[in-house]
């Protein structure tokens, strides 16, 4: 400090404290200085600063109060937002939970009803299986009465050709008398020769109407000593009137191929064979016809006629 007032001394006077100049009134009413007020030397700049920072605590008290204010109200704003969303969200929680109660009561009731249709379905599954076991019985029953159904055909066809009146050399057979020209003569002749013969005999060249009727042929033939030699009887069976429509000599049309031999009939590359043949196959007893030329080819042959009843 001495140095500093020296070199003041020296030169003009400096201060480090800042000054602040500042208009007043006197007891007379008139403007004068802080400087004269107070005078160079006098005590102004600390009453100044006591001033100041009495001004700027009061400025920060009307400051802090309005900060106050304003987060009391933030502050109070903010709790009822908070209160709408927890109310909000304890509203969703209560609609979840009811929802999720909702939940379990369906699925406790599909599991309910699963439970029931796999009960219902394990039921359903013994009584099919008791259904297909009386199925089975019952087929059984049915193929056993067909069994003894063809039995009493077989016995009552019997006895009804026991009945039948046949002329002789003719074989009686369910209600008809059949002629086979094995049984007579070793003379073959046409198709149209073989049916005049049998017209001649007040009967008509056979008509098969049925599989037992096939049988009964096949099973006929084999009996003769015809079979042994490979001979075939003409049938009264031909399609001359159109070709590849087979009609037998009642007018009536064959609608079932299952008779004929593999690849018949074929008319052997259309050379007129219309008229049909019968013999005896051993390894293929079904499969007994084929196709030959009316006119060229000579046969033996089968005639049939109604047989007549006892009194």
């Known amino acids: 400090m001495e140095n500093q007032q020296q070199r003041a001394d020296n030169g003009p006077k400096m201060s480090f404290i800042p000054k602040t100049y500042q208009l007043f009134c006197s007891s007379k009413g008139a403007l004068v200085s802080n400087y004269e007020k107070y005078g160079p030397g006098g005590h102004g700049s600390d009453r100044r600063l006591v001033l100041s920072l009495g001004l700027l605590n009061i400025i920060l008290l009307i400051i802090a109060i309005v900060i106050g204010a304003n987060c009391a109200g933030i502050k109070s704003g903010s709790l009822h937002v908070s209160d709408s969303a927890v109310a909000k969200v304890i509203n969703e929680l209560s609609y979840l939970r009811s929802n999720h109660s909702d939940v379990m009561e369906a699925e406790i009731e599909a599991k309910s009803a699963l439970d029931n249709a796999l009960k219902n379905h394990k039921q359903l599954k013994v009584q099919i299986a008791e259904k297909k076991a009386a199925n089975d019985n019952y087929q059984k029953q049915v193929e056993v009465l067909l069994e003894q159904k063809l039995t009493l055909q077989a016995n009552l066809s019997a006895a009804d050709d026991s009945c039948l009146i046949c ?4 074989i009686a057979y369910n209600s008809s008398c059949y002629f086979f020209s094995f049984t007579e003569s070793r003379v073959k002749k046409n198709w149209p020769d073989s049916r005049a013969d049998c017209t001649g005999r007040n009967s008509d060249m056979i008509v098969v109407d049925n599989k037992e009727e096939q049988t009964f042929v096949s099973a006929t033939i084999e009996s003769m000593s015809a079979s042994s030699q490979g001979d075939t009887f003409w ?34 590359g259309h050379r007129g064979e219309d008229c049909a043949v019968t013999a005896f196959r051993p390894t293929f007893p079904w499969g007994t016809r084929n196709d030959l030329n009316c006119e060229t080819q000579k046969k033996l042959w089968i005639c049939e006629m109604a047989a007549r009843r006892t009194a």
């Open 167 to 170: 002329p002789s050399g003719w």
């Open 235 to 268: 049938l009264g069976l031909s399609d001359t009137a159109t070709e590849g429509q087979w009609v037998w000599v009642n007018n009536v049309v064959e609608t079932e191929n299952r008779y004929w031999m593999e690849g018949e009939p074929n008319d052997h």
